[in-house]
């Protein structure tokens, strides 16, 4: 029945005045234009300004970025009003807003990486760990790329669990197999080293790594 979102309206007054936001600073190019609107091609949707004498609804859109404070800096520089500054949510993302001269409200954010967290996330786990291998896989895990920490996490923990069986506990060394074995095999080299760097030997674990 439905095709799915077409375009988000954003009433503007001046729609030569909204270019400089919408186009210039966003960055969005003009992909259909006609009588009193502009289409803007948003990636990952379209925009339509609309012209609109007195805008009585004023629309609230969100724009991902990867420099959040540079975002709203531009935003600013444009002529939009800032009215919440870039900084960091309990929602572990960091956003700021901007408010355009119709009213208008645009909210620049990006998620945060786990690196930015200022905390290390718990394990998904269902079952019994000792404080030793849970302590062990988190920090384990830092040696992971934050953009895939945590699908590693949640192997891993499904991992030693699967093998500890429905009444299983999940020790040191059980954790340090499926630390190795929820890796796909071509990539198990990169994990010699942060095994080192905590005091385990490789070699010992040599069925793992060719497995």
Same mark, same amino acid.
């Given at each position: 029945?439905?095709?799915?979102?077409?375009? +988000?309206?954003?009433?503007?007054?001046?729609?030569?005045?909204?270019?400089?936001?919408?186009?210039?600073?966003?960055?969005?190019? +003009?992909?259909?234009?006609?009588?009193?609107?502009?289409?803007?091609?948003?990636?990952?949707?379209?925009?339509?300004?609309?012209?609109?004498?007195?805008?009585?609804?004023?629309?609230?859109?969100?724009?991902?970025?990867?420099?959040?404070?540079?975002?709203?800096?531009?935003?600013?520089?444009?002529?939009?009003?800032?009215?919440?500054?870039?900084?960091?949510?309990?929602?572990?993302?960091?956003?700021?807003?901007?408010?355009?001269?119709?009213?208008?409200?645009?909210?620049?954010?990006?998620?945060?990486?786990?690196?930015?967290?200022?905390?290390?996330?718990?394990?998904?786990?269902?079952?019994?760990?000792?404080?030793?291998?849970?302590?062990?896989?988190?920090?384990?895990?830092?040696?992971?790329?934050?953009?895939?920490?945590?699908?590693?996490?949640?192997?891993?923990?499904?991992?030693?669990?699967?093998?500890?069986?429905?009444?299983?506990?999940?020790?040191?060394?059980?954790?340090?197999?499926?630390?190795?074995?929820?890796?796909?095999?071509?990539?198990?080299?990169?994990? +010699?080293?942060?095994?080192?760097?905590?005091?385990?030997?490789?070699?010992?674990?040599?069925?793992?790594?060719?497995?």
């Amino acid at each position: 029945m439905f095709y799915g979102l077409s375009h +988000v309206d954003v009433p503007v007054r001046d729609l030569i005045a909204a270019r400089q936001i919408y186009v210039e600073a966003l960055g969005f190019p +003009v992909s259909h234009e006609g009588e009193g609107f502009l289409d803007l091609d948003a990636a990952s949707s379209s925009i339509r300004l609309v012209h609109s004498d007195s805008p009585e609804r004023p629309a609230s859109i969100r724009i991902q970025a990867h420099d959040v404070k540079g975002g709203i800096a531009a935003l600013e520089a444009a002529g939009a009003e800032v009215l919440y500054p870039a900084d960091r949510t309990d929602r572990l993302t960091i956003e700021g807003t901007v408010r355009d001269a119709d009213g208008n409200t645009i909210t620049v954010w990006r998620a945060l990486s786990e690196d930015e967290y200022g905390f290390i996330p718990e394990l998904p786990k269902e079952k019994g760990w000792s404080p030793e291998a849970e302590e062990l896989v988190k920090s384990l895990l830092l040696s992971v790329p934050a953009l895939f920490r945590g699908l590693a996490r949640r192997k891993i923990t499904k991992e030693a669990e699967r093998r500890a069986g429905a009444e299983g506990h999940i020790d040191r060394e059980l954790a340090i197999r499926s630390f190795i074995s929820a890796q796909a095999p071509p990539n198990r080299k990169r994990l +010699v080293q942060p095994l080192k760097d905590h005091g385990i030997d490789p070699q010992a674990y040599r069925d793992e790594f060719e497995s």
